[in-house]
C-alpha cells in the first residue's frame, strides 16, 4: 500500500492542524493505521492509531484528549486533528499502515513520506 502524508505546515502555540493521510493499491480497511512523529535528533515516536473499522483508538499519552485519529475506509483516507499544539510537537509526522494494532513503529510496515508540522511559541 502506498500513503501519502499532507496538512503539515506552521502553526502558532495553541493552534490546530489536521493531516491526511491517502493511501493507495490495497485494500484500505485490512490495514491498521498509526500517525507516529519524528523530531530532530529524536527518534520517531509514536502518536495515535486507529484499528481496521476505526471502532478503537490509541494515543500516546502526551497527546490524548488533543489528539484525534479518524479513517473513513470509503476514502482510504486517515486524519489526524491536531489541538492545542504545542512548540515542543514540531516535527515530521508520518503515517503508517500494518497488520498489527499497536504502538510499536516496527509492526508498521507501510510508511508516507512525512508532512513538516513546525509549532511556534
Known sequence: ??????GGGLVQAGGSLRL???ASGRTFSNYVMGW???APGKEREFVAAISWSGGSTLYADSVKGRFTISRGNAKNTMYLQMNSLKPEETAVYYCA???YYGTNRRTYDYWGQGTL???SS
Do not use: K, P, Y
Not at 500500500?1 to 499532507?6: D, E
Open 20 to 22: 491526511s493521510c491517502a
Open 97 to 99: 499502515a500494518g497488520v
Open 1 to 6: 500500500v502506498q500513503l501519502q502524508a499532507s
Open 117 to 119: 508540522v513546525t509549532v
Open 36 to 38: 507516529f512523529r519524528q
